[in-house]
């Protein structure tokens, strides 16, 4: 059974930062890629950031571009997603995901997922 469980969301101030992780169980890291996706209310599911199932590539949303950094590490099962310079329309459900893909190429698209976690929420106050 494949399980991906995230945790470390919570409520900060503008300008906070926070460290998500996301530790998966029941498949093997190394054969997929990983993201962080994002929900707020009332909103599509947006792109957060994305690496490859060697760490080598990362990609980002313009959103948080600069601000987030996506990492892995294999040996632990589990995915991180370090936040600084947190801003109130960061809020949203965090969403960890494992896309099946040995090369070094990441997706941004929701459909090329294969497993999600269940959410863990962010809420920056102003």
């Known amino acids: 059974q494949v399980q991906l469980v995230e945790s470390g969301g919570g409520l900060v101030r503008a300008g906070d930062s926070l460290r998500l992780s996301c530790v998966v169980s029941?498949?093997?890291?190394?054969?997929?890629?990983m993201s962080w996706f994002r929900q707020a209310p009332g909103t599509e599911r947006e792109f957060v950031a994305a690496?490859?199932?060697?760490?080598?590539?990362?990609f980002y949303g313009d959103s948080v571009k600069d601000r987030f950094a996506i990492s892995r590490d294999n040996a632990k099962n589990t995915v991180y997603l370090q936040m600084n310079s947190l801003k109130p329309e960061d809020t949203a459900v965090y969403y960890c995901a494992a896309d099946y893909r040995l090369n070094q190429r990441v997706a941004t698209t929701e459909g090329n997922y294969d497993y999600w976690g269940q959410g863990t929420q962010v809420t920056v106050s102003s």
């Open positions: 690496i490859s199932w060697s760490g080598g590539m990362t």
């Open positions: 029941g498949l093997n890291m190394r054969s997929y890629a």
